[in-house]
């Protein structure tokens, strides 16, 4: 029997920016989108905090078809 995993796992990073003055909201949402999307913002990562989304598997039978099965959930 072949099986094909999927693992969605939410990776969680911080990132220390400094933000000007006198913005809004809107505009602190909009500066810190820009510094993500231009790769100036670093993030510390940690690799021991990762919380597993969910975990799925599907089968895959000898005759080409494909059945799906969840087997199992984590959840946070």
Known sequence: MRVIVT???????KAHIDIPDGLNQSAIKQHIVDRYN?????TD???FQVDFESISAQILSEHSSTKSAQIGEVIR
């Open 7 to 13: 693992v969605v796992e939410k990776i969680i990073s």
């Open 38 to 42: 231009t790769g100036e913002m670093s």
């Open 45 to 47: 990562m940690n690799i």
